[in-house]
Nanobody, 112 residues
Framework: VQLVESGGGLVQAGGSLRLSCAAS????????MAWYRQAPGKQRELVAR???????NYADSVKGRFTISRDNAKNTVYLQMNNLKPEDTAAYFC???????WGQGTQVTVSS
């Protein structure tokens, strides 16, 4: 199983980024997927989750700004992040919930 994130970078507050996570080695279409983030000195926290039926849930801090989606034909899950804030600065990871499989992470830095 391999999860590879991309799309992070440096952006000004109010800007947007789209993260991607390409999965391999799994039957992607039946798997729930999730994005987590970890800021320096803080615990890793759930940002968003999407199940195989495309039901979603979000951390309160990102509701209305972030959107998780998936393309089963491409074995890819996305995180569209709009109206970014400095407090969104973190390393973002994708994972299969309940598994030990995590990507290597992609850094998002939001300047004020």
């Amino acid at each position: 199983v391999q999860l590879v994130e991309s799309g992070g970078g440096l952006v000004q507050a109010g800007g947007s980024l789209r993260l991607s996570c390409a999965a391999s080695g799994i039957i992607f279409g039946i798997m729930p997927m999730a994005w987590y983030r970890q800021a320096p000195g803080k615990q890793r926290e759930l940002v968003a989750r999407i199940d195989s039926g495309r039901a979603t849930n979000y951390a309160d801090s990102v509701k209305g700004r972030f959107t998780i989606s998936r393309d089963n034909a491409k074995n890819t899950v996305y995180l569209q992040m709009n109206n970014l804030k400095p407090e969104d600065t973190a390393a973002y990871f994708c994972t299969i919930p309940g598994s030990s499989y995590w990507g290597q992470g992609t850094q998002v830095t939001v300047s004020s």
